[in-house]
């Protein structure tokens, strides 16, 4: 229903910024919510940001100041962008892009295919 397309990502150093998008296309006009997740190796998937349709944010408190989240959308792509600044080792994860909303009552996510970003001296 919805595809998602990530870039960014790689190698920064501690204190570093990187940029990461997610370009969302199908069924766009039911999307109503779109982010970022990640998973460091042995952890659980943790919410990093999200943003509405209304271009409404949410961060999680560990990268509050640190990231920012952004929308642009045409009729035929919705991107979504993850600013990272200050970057922290800590920061090092797999970062998925995800897309929820509804057709037909019938709610779906639907996920990107992951990208790496390593914070590292």
């Known amino acids: 229903q919805v595809q998602l397309v990530e870039s960014g990502g790689g190698l920064a150093q501690p204190g570093g910024s990187l940029r990461l998008s997610c370009a969302a296309s199908g069924r766009i006009f039911n999307i109503y919510n779109m982010g970022w997740y990640r998973q460091a190796p042995g952890k659980q998937r943790e919410l990093v940001a999200s943003?509405?349709?209304?271009?409404?944010?949410?961060?999680a408190d560990f990268v509050k100041g640190r990231f920012t989240i952004s929308r642009d959308n045409n009729k035929i792509t919705v991107n979504v962008s993850l600013q990272m600044n200050i970057l922290k080792p800590e920061d090092t994860a797999v970062y998925y892009c995800y897309a929820a909303g509804s057709v037909f009552n019938e709610g779906f996510t639907s996920w990107g295919q992951g990208t790496q970003v390593t914070v590292s001296s």
């Open positions: 943003i509405t349709s209304g271009s409404s944010t949410n961060y």
